[in-house]
């Protein structure tokens, strides 16, 4: 074999070499690119997901209100059966034992008024009966609207917030509330029997000068749509990177360079009667 024939089989080799990829590239990309395709797929069923859950809970706020249910359902009571439920429920305030839980609403920033209500079965359940400023905290401002005697409520349904706030531990011994954790409640105020949720009462509980009624959220962020097509663009870019670096070189044109016989190196490179031209890669 002839030196040029030596020195251009070394340059493709070296070609070659470093057109292909090392392997736990190749690895690693085609791994990210499932794993993209998968996080577009995961948030398009998450959506489905959130569009039933929106319209479960649709269904229930609207509903007429129905009586709460039994005690002995109680244990079996959870955010995807019973929450945003529409119900009803009869007894007797127990003022003497509210709770503020810090709160900030349309209203401005206050306090939710969480009231025992007695029941006529022995049975205790939490009512947010509404929001109060902070002005007005103190019952003795508004005891013309804390009614006496037995009342109906209408509310929603919600299951109890253990522990706090966001960043915000509750702390009973202090009487500093940022969350309705019914057990914690019904414990620092001597409760029995209560029921493990706690009703946002309707604003048509309110009475007098007493918390406004009705001011629950019903609000699920629906932004599934928007990941799933960011995350497909992600993987079809890289697909279309990945295609560029490992293969590209498949579709590589070869170009054709025509050098003139009488050039300085042109000897040594002639090798018959056509020795003037030379192919290339692009």
Do not use: C
Request: aromatic letters at 8%.
């Amino acid at each position: 074999m002839s030196e040029l024939g030596t020195v251009t089989d070394m340059a493709s080799g070296a070609r070659g070499k470093a057109a292909r990829p090392a392997l736990w590239l190749t690895v690693l990309s085609l791994t990210a690119f499932v794993l993209l395709i998968a996080l577009g797929i995961w948030q398009i069923e998450r959506r489905a997901w959130k569009l039933a859950l929106i319209d479960r809970v649709e269904q229930r706020v609207h509903a007429p209100a129905q009586p709460i249910p039994s005690p002995a359902s109680w244990p079996a009571v959870s955010a995807a059966s019973d929450e945003y439920r529409h119900v009803s429920l009869k007894g007797r305030f127990l003022h003497d034992r509210e709770t503020l839980v810090q709160a900030v609403t349309e209203e401005g920033p206050g306090f939710w008024v969480l009231t025992p209500l007695q029941r006529d079965d022995g049975t205790q359940v939490l009512i947010n009966r509404g929001f109060v400023p902070s002005e007005r905290r103190d019952a003795s401002t508004r005891r013309d609207g804390n009614p006496d005697g037995r009342v109906e409520i209408a509310g929603l349904l919600r299951i109890t917030e253990p522990n706090g706030g966001f960043l915000r531990n509750n702390v009973p011994q202090h009487n500093r509330w940022y969350s309705r954790d019914v057990a914690a409640i019904a414990a620092a105020r001597g409760l029995h029997d209560v029921a493990p949720f706690f009703v946002d009462a309707d604003a048509g509980s309110q009475s007098g000068s007493g918390p406004i009624g009705g001011l629950t959220v019903v609000s699920f962020p629906n932004n599934h749509l928007i990941y799933a097509l960011t995350w497909f663009a992600l993987a079809f870019m890289l697909a279309g990177r990945i295609f560029v670096t490992f293969g590209g070189g498949l579709f590589r044109r070869k170009r054709f360079v025509h050098e003139q016989a009488g050039g300085s190196d042109a000897g040594a490179r002639r090798t018959g009667s056509d020795a003037g031209t030379i192919v290339e890669p692009t």
